[in-house]
């Protein structure tokens, strides 16, 4: 399995892999990721959790040679919402430096060609970003509160090519999971 994570964070994503993979013992994982603070935090994670796997970690999304990389099964990327959240006065959409990289992303896509990508950012954007993200990638997005699976309410949108349902509603409150200092 090859999986390529774009604006990988801490690696969130890998963190699902035990999940959607019982037998992960030959997962290779190409990561771009430039946040230098993220990236410790996942490299800490691998060392621990994820040693079976092979990591290759490509750098900034800008200087990547997509043509190098092949036979990519899962395209995993939740790219810079900076341009798109409502919480940014005056936001210039997908004409946004930040969130403009959603074009690179799409570069990526077009040569990489995976067989299956999972796309993710904020519910808040504008009709008009959804429109147009829907429309390069060729599918409608799904809207998924994460507080069904944590304690935290984040509405996000995910493109998707292939079926994804709603998840099951954990109840997860900030209570159950706070911790106790006494």
């Not at 801490?10 to 990721?33: H, K, Q, R, V, W």
């Not at 904020?122 to 507080?147: C, F, H, N, R, W």
């Amino acid at each position: 399995m090859r999986i390529l994570s774009l604006f990988d964070g801490f690696g969130g994503a890998e963190l699902s892999i035990p999940y959607m993979f019982a037998n992960y013992t030959d997962i290779e994982y190409y990561s771009s990721e430039i946040d230098k603070y993220a990236m410790a935090v996942a490299l800490s994670r691998r060392e621990m959790y994820f040693s079976k796997s092979k990591h290759y970690n490509l750098g900034d999304i800008n200087n990547i040679n997509f043509n190098k990389i092949s036979n990519i099964d899962i395209l995993i990327a939740g790219f810079p919402c900076t341009d798109l959240s409502i919480a940014k006065a005056n936001r210039q959409g997908l004409a946004g430096t930040r969130s403009g990289l959603f074009y690179t992303l799409l570069k990526a896509i077009d040569i990489v060609k995976p067989k299956y990508f999972i796309i993710e950012n904020v519910a808040s954007m504008s009709k008009e970003s959804v429109s147009q993200i829907s429309t390069y990638l060729g599918v409608e997005p799904v809207l998924i509160d994460s507080a069904k699976l944590s304690a935290q309410s984040r509405k996000r949108l995910y493109w998707c090519n292939f079926e994804v349902g709603q998840p099951k509603d954990l109840n997860i409150s900030l209570s159950s999971i706070l911790e106790n200092n006494s």
